[in-house]
């Protein structure tokens, strides 16, 4: 990085979505009786796929805001302190008196594969009021899941009228997602998420379909090991995922949305992005704990240099 590059501000993400008070238990395989089961770890920590990009936005140096709904409870108070301790701004987020905050159970095998069981509490206010507009926040790029569908098309269309990256987060159900794909600048699904859009397991007709009803707008779906497929416009291509040993996927996901939208923010095309976001996933799943395994922008910027050939 230059001098000149070292004074300039952080780019600035904002994301919406959802915040997660997670119970991550390490077991060597995953149950499939109704028994009792000892883990062999455990973890309390944040999660949501909203709540984990933030966090990577931050942990690699970029300004990073949240936006999310939560109850007037202990679980967002948790939630709120342990975002905050990592640098995330949420002064832009909503807690509502008689609704209860989100948590999940989430159990990981020794392969580093999870399962998780969210709940979310289906009293919580569709209004969009509250949620800010992006041309004021001096923003690089917006960053939402499709939890809450609303309110993602929302404030995408919010960023698209104020001439910045929007990144969706395409995970399944995506049943409700039609106004926010159309907002969004860039839409990138899970292998689950675009099967679920389409009806179809396969990549290529699906990301068609999808690139076809954005009109030739950003598509890319993240496949795990077998790294990313993208179209824009009449460009196509893949990007190969890094080979590392996994031990923990659970917010992988969620922190490779948050560190393409910071990339995006901060000026990359979207091939480099894909690439740094990909590292930045891959970081990630080497250590147990959810967002615990996050890395820091000194760490991914050293593995890019060893994985340049």
Known sequence: MSETESETAPARVLCLGLAVQDYVFSLPEM????????????????????ANAAVAVARLGGGALLATRLGADRIAEAIVADLEAEG??????????????????????????????????????????????????????????????IGAAHLLGLARA???????????????????????????????????????????????????????????VTDGADGIHFRHGATQGHVPAFRVRVVDTLGAGDVWHGAFALSLAEGHTATDAIRFA????????????????????????????????
């Open 162 to 220: 104020a001439g910045l990256p929007g990144v969706l987060d395409g995970e399944a159900p995506m049943d409700s997602c039609g106004a926010a794909m159309l907002a969004a600048s860039h839409v990138a699904f899970s292998r689950q998420g675009l099967t679920d859009w389409a009806g179809t397991d396969d990549i290529a007709a699906g990301l068609t379909a999808a690139a076809k009803l954005r009109n030739g707008g950003f598509v890319c």
């Open 88 to 149: 995330v701004d949420c002064s832009h987020s909503v807690r509502y008196e008689g609704c209860t905050s989100s948590i999940s159970a989430v159990l990981v095998d020794g392969a580093g594969e999870r399962m998780v069981v969210n709940y979310r509490d289906a009293a919580l206010p569709q209004s969009v009021d509250w949620l800010p507009d992006p041309a004021g926040l001096s923003l690089g790029a917006v960053s939402v899941d499709n939890r809450w569908p």
């Open 31 to 50: 149950p499939t009786t109704a028994e009792k089961f000892r883990a062999s770890d455990m973890a309390v920590t944040g999660g949501g796929g909203a």
């Open 278 to 309: 990909s590292a930045v996933a891959a970081l990630k799943c080497t250590e147990f704990g959810g967002r615990r395994g996050i890395p820091s922008r000194a760490q991914v910027e050293t593995f890019l240099r060893e994985h340049s050939s």
